[in-house]
């Protein structure tokens, strides 16, 4: 019971933090393209870790990554105005990084492809 509880969580506090992050935030230094993947909440609902990926230059993700974990109370003040729970999850912002790995992956592969073909 509590499994399905903690993904619906999981999954509603992800969508409201995407809403803020794209609508409610106003600050100067998130220029990149910012996506939430997603959200992982304790069982205790006391810290929630949010995974960001970042698309743009190194200085614009680091940017907009600082901006980001700066706003951090902002973005808990309004998911506890939009979401009700007892306890607002303290945010600990992270980088994703598993698209890039992807993308690294697969050309690797299509390098070994070209080898195998020459």
């Given at each position: 019971m509590a499994k399905y509880?903690?993904?619906?969580?999981n999954e509603?506090?992800?969508?409201?933090?995407?809403?803020?992050?794209?609508?409610g935030l106003k600050d100067p230094?998130?220029?990149a393209m910012v996506t939430i993947?997603?959200?992982?909440?304790?069982?205790?609902l006391r810290y929630a870790k949010v995974f960001v990926s970042i698309f743009g230059t190194e200085t614009q993700k680091a940017d907009s990554l600082e901006a980001l974990k700066s706003s951090a109370g902002f973005i808990r003040r309004e998911v506890g105005k939009r979401i009700q729970?007892?306890?607002?999850?303290?945010l600990i912002?992270?980088?994703?990084?598993?698209?890039?790995?992807g993308m690294h992956i697969d050309e690797l592969?299509?390098?070994?492809?070209?080898?195998k073909e020459s």
């Open positions: 509880r903690s993904g619906r969580i509603e506090m992800k969508k409201e933090i995407s809403s803020i992050v794209m609508n230094r998130i220029t993947t997603d959200v992982e909440v304790t069982s205790d729970l007892r306890y607002v999850p303290e912002i992270t980088v994703d990084d598993t698209i890039d790995r592969i299509r390098k070994a492809n070209e080898k």
